[in-house]
């Protein structure tokens, strides 16, 4: 059932575009979480900091060294996070969706040609069948007048 399959295809385009969506607001909370951590941790590292590290023992140098470095490396890898999903899964789910409404549409444009041709074609058939009708009916007529005449009056 043509009706049915409809209903299967928009469900199933409809969840295709609610997951490119989720994605979407993934990929953008990733961005801005490593945009945002990039930025503190650059603001963090003021000189006052880096004047005040460097009179500290080491080991106090070398945590907060770690501790930027880390920061950085989870920045880095939230952005790429963000730019992998985007481009590997939202983009193509995206892409998808709309190549298959694009095709989806084409089709039903083609079966809607395809149904008026025949509408065209039964109504030619019918009117056809309508013709012949009366024709068999006025032969039929015109056999019966000259049965009628060819019969001998007694």
Known sequence: DLAKVERVAEGRLLTCNRLAEATGAIVDALSI????????????????LQQRLATEDPCIQLAAQ???EACGGIAGVLISLAAALCGSFQQPLQNLERSVRSDRGLRQAELEVLRVKHQACAAAVTE???????????????????DAEAKPTN
């Open 33 to 48: 979480a490593g945009s945002g951590l990039q930025h503190a941790t650059a603001s963090a590292q003021s000189a006052e």
């Open 66 to 68: 770690g501790v930027f």
């Open 128 to 146: 056809s069948l309508r013709r012949k009708d009366r024709a068999a009916a006025t032969l039929k007529a015109a056999l019966d007048r000259c």
